[in-house]
């Protein structure tokens, strides 16, 4: 499984942004899917995650802020990420669960300035 990942930038708070990622390869069997985040001097923390359902699970901290969804046909998953605060600072990895393996995609750096 490889993962695309795109996205992310800078922005000041309370602003938006939105990052895509898009799986291909050996995608049969792909579950869930979503977005880890780590900030510097951070250990990486799970933000959401989507599972071929479409049943969703949300960090605490962003919670009514962000919005995962997701396009099986385009194996694809999309993070919107609304009233950004410079606390969302940090490196974004995609990751798509496979078959009881986890594969993650290259970050994506994603700045809030205050």
């Known amino acids: 499984v490889q993962l695309q990942a795109s996205g992310g930038g800078m922005v000041q708070a309370g602003g938006s942004l939105r990052l895509t990622c898009t799986a291909s390869?050996?995608?049969?069997?792909?579950?869930?899917m979503g977005w880890y985040r780590q900030a510097p001097g951070k250990q990486r923390e799970m933000v959401a995650l989507?599972?071929?359902?479409?049943?969703?699970q949300y960090a605490d901290s962003v919670r009514d802020r962000f919005l995962i969804s997701r396009d099986n046909a385009k194996i694809m998953v999309t993070l919107q990420m609304d009233r950004l605060k410079p606390e969302d600072t940090a490196v974004y990895f995609c990751?798509?669960?496979?078959?009881?393996?986890?594969?993650w995609g290259r970050g994506t750096l994603v700045t809030v300035s205050s």
């Open positions: 990751i798509a669960r496979h078959l009881g393996d986890d594969f």
């Open positions: 390869g050996s995608i049969f069997g792909i579950n869930d």
């Open positions: 989507i599972s071929f359902a479409g049943i969703t």
